[in-house]
C-alpha cells in the first residue's frame, strides 16, 4: 500500500507533490493531538507570543511537515531538476572537500532536511548519515532507496547503534563528511540549554570533533517555495581546547544548541515542533501527561 501510495504522490512530480503534501498537512496536522505538544514547546521558546501567533505558527509548521511527506517520493526527480536548491556560502565546506580532511555536517529538522545529505554528496563529498531506523523495515528499506537515489547511490546510511557507532569513527578517520541532525531530545545525553531552558543533547558530535579535530559545520535548509530551497552553510564553530575535555564537549555542545536556537528564532514555522525537547514536568505543566499513549503519539509525530 505505501509503495502504491508513493508511486502514486511520485508521478505527480516534486511541486505538485509538495502542494498536495501542504494541503494535507494544513487541513489535518494541527487537529491532531500531537499538535498539543507544539502549542506547549511555543509557549515555552516564546513566552512573549500570544495564542493567535502560536496557532498560526502550528499551522504552518504542518504545512512544512506535510511537503516534507508530499516531496520524500519524488525526492530523486527533486534533486535531478536544474534551479531548486540553491547554495549560499558553501566555501569553507567545498575547502575541506578538496582537502580530503574529515568534517562534521550538523543540522536538524529544518525546511526539508532530507535535501541535505544529496546536496553535499553532489559537492564531492563521502557522506556517511546517522539516523533513526523506521519501526517498519520494510518502509525503512524503501525510504533508503529513496533517499539512496537521491544521493546518488554512494553515502553509508548508518542506523543508530554500535555498529552505527564503530562505522563513523572509520569513515572520518578516512577523511569522510558524517552528517547528523541535532535537535531532538537524547535522555542520556549531555545537560544544553536551549531557549534557557535545559534540554538533553547527544554529545557524540562533540566527542567526534575533539578527537579528529575536524571541522564542524553548521547548514540548514531554508525553504523558498513548494520543492524550493536555499542550503546555508556557515563557518566551522570554533573547537574549544582548554585541556579539559569535559568541559570542553559541553562548550561544544553548548554552541551546536546555540546555533539551533537562532536558526529557530530566524523561522519558526520551519522548525519540527513535535518533539519534547525539554523536561517532561515542563509538559505536565502544560496540561500534557507522561504517558505511554501520549508518547506514542510524540513518536509519530
Request: hydrophobic residues 50%; glycine residues 10%.
Amino acid at each position: 500500500m505505501v509503495r502504491a501510495l508513493f508511486a502514486a504522490v511520485r508521478a505527480l512530480g516534486p511541486r505538485r507533490a509538495s502542494d498536495l503534501g501542504g494541503w494535507v498537512g494544513r487541513a489535518l496536522g494541527p487537529r491532531l493531538p500531537v499538535s498539543r505538544i507544539a502549542e506547549v514547546n511555543l509557549r515555552l521558546a516564546f513566552p512573549d507570543r500570544d495564542a493567535a501567533w502560536r496557532r498560526a505558527t502550528i499551522r504552518a509548521m504542518w504545512d512544512n511537515l506535510g511537503r516534507v511527506a508530499g516531496e520524500l517520493p519524488t525526492l530523486p526527480a527533486l534533486m535531478e531538476t536544474p534551479g531548486v536548491i540553491e547554495v549560499e556560502g558553501a566555501e569553507p565546506f567545498d575547502a575541506t572537500v578538496r582537502a580530503g580532511g574529515p568534517a562534521i555536517l550538523f543540522s536538524g529538522h529544518f525546511a526539508n532536511w532530507e535535501i541535505m545529505t544529496p546536496t553535499a554528496a553532489r559537492r564531492g563529498a563521502r557522506v556517511a548519515v546517522v539516523y533513526r531506523a523506521i519501526g517498519n523495515p520494510l518502509i525503512d528499506t524503501l525510504v533508503a532507496s529513496l533517499r539512496q537515489a537521491a544521493i546518488g547511490g554512494t553515502a553509508l546510511m548508518l542506523p543508530k547503534g554500535a555498529a552505527a557507532a564503530r562505522a563513523t569513527l572509520a569513515h572520518l578517520r578516512d577523511g569522510g563528511v558524517v552528517g547528523m541532525l541535532m535537535d531532538q531530545k537524547m535522555n542520556d545525553g549531555i545537560e544544553a540549554r536551549l531557549f534557557g531552558m535545559p534540554a538533553m543533547t547527544a554529545p557524540a558530535l562533540a566527542h567526534l570533533a575533539l578527537r579528529f579535530r575536524c571541522p564542524v559545520i553548521p547548514t540548514r535548509a531554508e525553504r523558498l517555495g513548494p520543492a524550493r530551497f536555499r542550503v546555508v552553510v556557515e563557518p566551522p564553530l570554533p573547537l574549544p581546547d582548554t585541556g579539559d575535555r569535559h568541559a570542553d564537549i559541553a562548550a561544544l555542545t553548548q554552541a551546536v544548541n546555540d546555533t539551533l536556537e537562532r536558526w529557530i528564532r530566524d523561522r519558526p514555522a520551519e522548525w519540527l515542533w513535535l518533539h519534547r525537547r525539554f523536561d517532561k514536568a515542563l509538559y505536565r505543566r502544560g496540561g500534557l501527561t507522561p504517558g505511554a499513549a501520549s508518547r506514542r503519539a510524540a513518536d509519530a509525530g
